[in-house]
């Protein structure tokens, strides 16, 4: 199993709405990520997480909750979002840290802030 | 500081070669990763350098010099479904190669 997969694919919320989104791997790695990616932009770093720890925060704001309950499992938890914050929001792994590898990447969660 | 430049578009026609360049400026290098993303999709893994010189893997090149701060992609036999974004990404070692700094991405159009 070589996959990464995000859930859901697609997400339109209210300002005021809480939701999460949620990425999960099956590839034994210990190192996962959250990117942002508006149109036409490269993918941002969020977050990464290493053995289910918290090991970046690239200065995200707190409406963006990130979680690692299990090695594979990684959850953002939104809240109070703003209509900016609609963007393609990647999940990637690598075995650990990674020195030699390269990222997979999931399919993205399309969100839309309303 | 960190930056990553690469074009913003290109345009081959099918069968022709191209090749698309990066130049970087890191704190610290780990690695240059070359990704392919087509419109809304997730990127996907390309080519790995972190010594100088070149990676052949099927139609797909990628030559790096650490001294230059230089790579390029290079795409042989062009094909329709080559149309994508690729991005230039450098792995930045200072923080034990975990951040990955990508550049902003080359639109290629591949046409008829």
């Known amino acids: 199993d070589t996959e990464v997969t995000q859930t859901p694919k697609h997400l339109v919320m209210g300002m005021t709405n809480k939701k999460s989104l949620k990425c999960e791997q099956h590839?034994?790695?210990?190192?996962m990520y959250w990117y942002k990616q508006k149109a036409k932009k490269p993918p941002e770093l969020m977050f990464v997480?290493?053995?289910?720890?918290?090991?970046i925060n690239e200065s995200v704001p707190s409406r963006f909750s990130p979680e690692c309950p299990n090695s594979s499992l990684l959850n953002l938890h939104l809240h109070a979002l703003q209509p900016e914050d609609s963007a393609l929001y990647l999940c990637?792994?690598?075995?650990?840290?990674?020195?030699?590898?390269?990222?997979?990447f999931g399919q993205g969660t399309r969100l839309t802030v309303v | 500081g960190q930056n990553i430049d690469q074009p913003t578009e290109m345009t081959a026609t099918e069968g022709a070669i191209v090749q698309i360049n990066c130049t970087y400026q890191?704190?610290?290098?780990?690695?240059l990763f070359w990704y392919q993303q087509h419109a809304g999709e997730a990127p996907t893994f390309l080519s790995y350098?972190?010594?100088?010189g070149l990676e052949e893997k099927g139609r797909f090149s990628s030559f790096l010099s650490r001294s230059k701060g230089y790579s390029y992609l290079l795409l042989k036999e062009l094909q329709m479904k080559d149309s994508a974004s690729y991005l230039c990404?450098?792995?930045?070692?200072?923080?034990?190669?975990?951040?990955?700094?990508f550049g902003a991405g080359t639109r290629l159009f591949v046409k008829a």
């Open positions: 590839m034994g790695h210990r190192a």
């Open positions: 350098n972190v010594l100088d």
């Open positions: 997480y290493s053995y289910e720890k918290l090991s």
């Open positions: 890191t704190s610290g290098f780990n690695g």
């Open positions: 990637a792994t690598t075995p650990s840290r990674g020195l030699d590898t390269e990222a997979f």
């Open positions: 990404a450098v792995r930045d070692s200072q923080t034990g190669g975990f951040k990955t700094i």
